[in-house]
């Protein structure tokens, strides 16, 4: 349920009286800001909660207000955690016979967002800043939207050895081309992009540019796949909908709906299941339409109390409170962004995540910045506690027979084995889920990449920030007259994990209940898309290409990002009813306002939105974004501050009040900034444990849970297995 909170009590029907009729019931809620806390009674829109989750601030121009991924985002981060907290609260339950409430904060699942805007105030005292299509990396102002002969790409030249190989084959096309400007002949797996200075950087830039401009992007991205660089065309609607990875994937389910009348494509599965696949079980329905059918069903099986509340449940022991996913055990390969957020995810909510690492191929987010103190360490990037949180570190070189036999032992003792390589790379590596399953037969298994295993580009090798041009993020971000911009994170690094959890669970349930495992193959665009559904949709129904609209709305007005005291200081404000204009009218001192016949009706507002937002601003300029925002909610407005990493972590009361940033003790990083998570359980905890130093837990996994004796240990140490 989703009413404000409180409201279903009212009504005789919260969870205090549903759990009283039926102790095994689960009530999942989803509010703006929760059930509890001083901001529990705001209201929220999709702009005022990405505002005060913190997603707004750094998105967009500099010379512009913040600016909002143009479909609505924040509900569907809390419908995703909601999911995962359903799920979770089941898996309890199939234990212990007994429900509980899943308490879910909208503002909170936004603030998984700005993990990064986190890390480096907590770190360093530094605010993100807007840069439109450019990045802040290594020294440099790097562009990252790109023009092309017929629209955009997604590109930024990378360098090193782990990424300079995924640069050379462009300069090198670009010599077959004749139009290298030397840069086929720069070593790019030992080029030090940050030793660069801005005027060399800058003529790398250029000579890209130049080249892109002479192709199409579809060009670009084909050759890309061909020749593996890393790049990505920027799609609007109706170019996803003819993507042919998608069709490769049989993505697309085609629907008929009564009151359409014609069949039209809708948004698919997010992974591809097997043996059971994801599917569509019917079309949304019509308001009402089953009514006879659930009442006859009830009348049909009558359930007594008893049966509801237990089934086939043994009940538990009563009185403690355990995290709700303990007892699950997962082996877990996954490296990067978004794979890492899955599994600490559920190892924050009790799962035992067993994450096998190694110093032949530090992962990512370890060589990251910040860095505690400004100094480099593979154990000292603010950003590591971020994505492993509660995770055991095992340090295993796979690539060695010792380390192989080793993991052969892990996957024996898991329910999960999750990795996020490039496709087949755990094929080669002879993980292949068939392999798996040879070693224990109900395992469940989760390959999470760019597109997934299968398609003509399944071996595109990229990351997350590449997907928000193919997925439509940066076609939907920015303004009308100006091109597409950034949106302020890798997005699909934030919506592609909580499939992954969601998939875990219902693959765990389903395991409980067949006895068999599952192979999940995610492709994080896919994913990704289902965030853009709407805006699919209205191409595949309507035929309407859904674009940049900057902040504004079709459905409110005044609907904005406003200027306030102080340097670059914003309050988000969206007014969606007459009841909320007049409020706002009155509140401000301006009761002329809404009889002022160019703003008297949401129609008339929509039509002078200019003149609107002048008036709005002319208000908003003398006042804080605080004031704003107390003012407003007070009454009834909804209206919430743009916050910037500063006022996540120091200021905001309501996640404080939820420990949003839980302060743990880690060996290097010292007091480490964590993240606390959206979801709150009435029977069960959510345990933030401190993130590993690499390798921390390899005699613990080893001699603890694999039971390895003292001489075997030392074996396989000197092996080289464990490096």
Known sequence: ESFPPGYLDGLGLGYSVLGEVNPAIIVVSITPFGSSGPYRDFKGSDLVLSAMGGALFNSGDADRSPVRISVPQAYLYGSSHAAIGALAALW?????????HVDVSIQAAMAQLVDIDVVHWYYGKKLMARKGAFVDILGHIARQIYSCKDGYVAFRPASGQRFGRLTAPLARWMAEKGCSDGLDSLDWPTLDIAKLSDGEFQKIEAAFGRFFLGHTKTELAQEAVNRHFMLCEVAGPEEIVRNEQLSSRGYWVELEHPEIGKKFLYPGAPYKITPVPWQISRRAPLIGEHTGEVLQELVKRRPTLASVALGNHAPGPTGELVAPLKGIKILDFMWGGAGPFATCALACYGAQVVRVESRTAVDTTRTAIPFKDGKPGENRSGQVPMHHASKLSVAINIRTAQGREVVKKLVRWSDVVTESFGAGTMKKLGFSYDNLQRIKNDIIMVSSCIFGQTGPRATFRGMGWHLSGPAGFLHLTGW???????PHIAITDHIAPWYT???????????????HGLYIDQSQF?????????ALLDYTVNGNVQSRRGNSSHRAAPHGIYPCIGKD???AITVYTDEEWHSLCQ????????RDRMFSTLDERLRNSGEL?????????????????????????????VQNGEDMVDKDPQLKHQEMWPIRQHPELGAAIHYGWPVRFSEGLVEVRPAPCLGEHTEYVCREILGMSDSEFITFVNSG???
């Open 613 to 641: 937002d002048k008036v709005v601003t002319e208000w908003t300029v003398k006042h804080t974004a605080e004031d704003v925002m107390n003012t407003l909610q007070g009454a009834g407005v909804p209206a919430g501050v």
């Open 526 to 534: 896919e994913a990704g898309l289902s965030f853009l559904s709407t």
């Open 587 to 594: 509140v401000v001192g301006r009761p002329s306002w809404a």
């Open 501 to 515: 959890a969601v998939a875990i669970l219902a693959g765990m349930d389903y395991r409980r209940r067949t006895g």
């Open 569 to 571: 200081r914003w309050c």
């Open 721 to 723: 297995g464990s490096e």
């Open 480 to 486: 009308p007259d100006r091109g597409p911009v950034l």
């Open 92 to 100: 309890r339950r199939a234990r212990t016979g007994r429900g509980q």
